[in-house]
């Protein structure tokens, strides 16, 4: 038995991301004792009922309705970054502890308002960047809290993704493919999570931006399928990112930093399969090699991710995120665009 459950109140709407592996998530996390929903189009309540069935307890068109009538720990929010910050502040002003699909804004200065709010009411405020909690990862961070690397050096990412989906019709008229709707593109949707993962596993931010951003594959886009970044970290590190809808079909990610006293790569898929997630090098042990990572390769995915973020809002755990950190990567992006507009390196508030 859980030591204590909560209601999740589930906020979205019409083109509300990854609902039906929040739902799943929602119904197997058994810290979640009952769900409640909230969609203005009422489009997704059938689909909660058939996934959560008696855990859903009352569905909702109206967000005020909702707040009256049920008392929710944590509401699991999914709506377009521009819909979100007002419901997000509506509900941490009722006391609600949140996660939030990114980017959760569609501009820098209200995520900020709504992280000042978290923190001033003592509520958690999470963006779904799941890859944090991926056991290769936490292993990562480790080894390089341990001093694997010494000093850092350098930083090497991609994140890549298929160039096929934007050339539907569907793709190019919803919100994902729209700026002023998304905040942004291809950085704002998937290479966020791999600016937050190098971030997090070097220990270190990332203080100066600078680069370029469009559309090279030639579809109607309102938002970069190509993005090229040069950063700086605080210790005066360097690093280069290339985020892009390039292939035809799979992802393609990877970490690299190097160090002077080593190296560590991290890639986690490789054109549609999985790669080898983890491997090292050290020069204070030549003897050992290259070291490959044999450990767990689960938990990962929105199941764990949300089942962590419930058991917070329920206080049982620490937060696998902050809003401050989750903060610190929309200001990275936010002063990447500012950077490839103007033509000149950007530091990062």
Not at 10 to 18: I, L, M, P, S
Not at 63 to 86: F, H, I, K, W
Not at 198 to 208: A, V, W
């Amino acid at each position: 038995m859980p030591d204590k459950t909560i209601t999740v109140a589930v906020v979205t709407e019409k083109n509300g991301a990854h609902l039906s592996a929040y739902l799943e998530a929602l119904r197997d996390t058994v810290e979640c004792e009952a769900v409640v929903i909230c969609d203005p189009s009422g489009t997704h309540f059938e689909a909660a009922r058939k996934t959560l069935g008696e855990k859903l307890s009352a569905a909702f068109r109206d967000l005020d309705t909702m707040l009256t009538n049920a008392r929710p720990g944590m509401a699991l929010v999914s709506l377009e970054g521009v819909n979100a910050p007002p419901v997000i502040g509506k509900l941490l002003e009722a006391g609600v502890h949140i996660l939030a699909e990114k980017p959760a804004c569609a501009n820098l200065v209200d995520f900020e308002r709504l992280v000042e709010e978290a923190e001033s009411r003592d509520l958690h405020l999470m963006l779904a960047l799941a890859n944090r909690i991926t056991p290769a990862v936490e292993k990562a961070k480790s080894l390089v809290a341990g001093g694997l690397l010494g000093t850092l050096f350098g930083a090497s990412v991609h994140m890549v993704a298929d160039q096929t989906r934007l050339k539907s019709e569907a793709y190019q008229a919803s919100w994902y493919a729209d700026r002023s709707r998304a905040g942004g593109g291809i950085l704002m949707w998937l290479g966020i999570h791999w600016l937050d993962l190098t971030t997090l596993i070097s220990g270190e931010r990332i203080t100066e931006v600078a680069g370029f951003q469009g559309v090279v594959g030639g579809t109607p886009l309102k938002a970069e399928d190509s993005a090229a970044l040069a950063l700086r970290f605080e210790s005066g590190a360097h690093g280069t990112m290339n985020a892009g809808y390039y292939t035809d079909k799979g992802y393609h990610s990877f970490i690299k930093l190097w160090g002077a006293d080593g190296w560590l790569e991290y890639q986690e898929h490789l054109g549609g399969r999985t790669a080898m997630p983890l491997k090292w090098y050290s020069n204070r042990d030549p003897q050992s090699g290259i070291v490959e990572y044999d450990g767990a390769m689960e938990p990962k995915g929105y199941t764990p991710w949300v089942r962590r973020c419930v058991r917070a809002c329920a206080g049982l755990t620490g937060a696998p995120l902050s809003g401050a950190e989750g903060l610190r990567a929309l200001r990275t992006i936010f002063a990447f665009y500012e950077s490839a507009e103007k033509g000149t390196v950007v530091a990062v508030g």
